[in-house]
T-cell receptor, first 112, second 114 residues
Framework: DADVTQTPRNRITKTGKRIMLECSQT?????MYWYRQDPGLGLRLIYY???????NKGEISDGYSVSRQAQAKFSLSLESAIPNQTALYFC???????????FGAGSRLTVL | GENVEQHPSTLSVQEGDSAVIKCTYS??????FPWYKQELGKRPQLIID?????GEKKDQRIAVTLNKTAKHFSLHITETQPEDSAVYFC?????????????FGKGTKLSVIP
């Protein structure tokens, strides 16, 4: 589903490096989210944003930051990556009045 | 905050049999309960959802039931097919200001054996 696009799809980096994962959407949704998926741990919310001026921490925000550059763009940054941030990261969106999430294809990050 | 427990973590069934996945939640204020399916290497996608004012909802071979008193809800898949093989996630969302924060269960890997 090209409505929610994540870049890069795969990234290998080293401990201490700064990493940015980007998400853009063409669905016109106001709400955007970043989730992290680890095997056996499900999907955990990192940050969410209801509009450009609204940023909220989720369940596991430590070590991450986000930027909502425009309604359609929401980026996730790891200022100094560590190995336990190795995971599959999903961006998601939802429209006003809807709880239904539309996920991007995911960004697989490996921190060595 | 909300805590969602999901069981079992893995489930194998013969093609044609039924599969049941159960979830419990902790926040009595939660009022929205979706189920997402994630096929191997793909993104999660919503397959069915239910709100707290409804006890059961069906869509072809899948159904979800909700017991608000016991704070648990279940996904039922009948006449399973190989394409039902995937990881299924339940989730819960509270009402009010946090209504768009979904808390997910840890997932159930369903394998349908032909």
């Amino acid at each position: 589903d090209a409505d929610v696009t994540q870049t890069p799809r795969n990234r290998i980096t080293k401990t201490g490096k700064r990493i940015m994962l980007e998400c853009s959407q063409t669905k016109g949704h106001d709400r955007m989210y970043w989730y992290r998926q680890d095997p056996g741990l499900g999907l955990r919310l990192i940050y969410y944003s209801f509009d450009v001026k609204d940023i909220n921490k989720g369940e596991i925000s430590d070590g991450y930051s986000v930027s909502r550059q425009a309604q359609a763009k929401f980026s996730l940054s790891l200022e100094s990556a560590i190995p336990n941030q190795t995971a599959l990261y999903f961006c998601a969106t939802s429209g006003v009045g809807s709880n239904v999430l539309t996920f991007g294809a995911g960004s697989r990050l490996t921190v060595l | 905050g909300e805590n969602v427990e999901q069981h079992p973590s893995t489930l194998s069934v013969q093609e044609g049999d039924s599969a049941v996945i159960k979830c419990t939640y902790s926040d009595s204020a939660s009022n929205y309960f979706p189920w997402y399916k994630q096929e191997l290497g793909k993104r999660p996608q919503l397959i069915i959802d239910i709100r707290s004012n409804v006890g059961e909802k069906k869509d072809q071979r899948i159904a979800v039931t909700l017991n608000k008193t016991a704070k648990h809800f279940s996904l039922h898949i009948t006449e399973t097919q190989p394409e039902d093989s995937a990881v299924y996630f339940c989730a819960a969302s509270p009402s009010g200001a946090g209504s768009y924060q979904l808390t997910f269960g840890k997932g159930t890997k369903l394998s349908v054996i032909p």
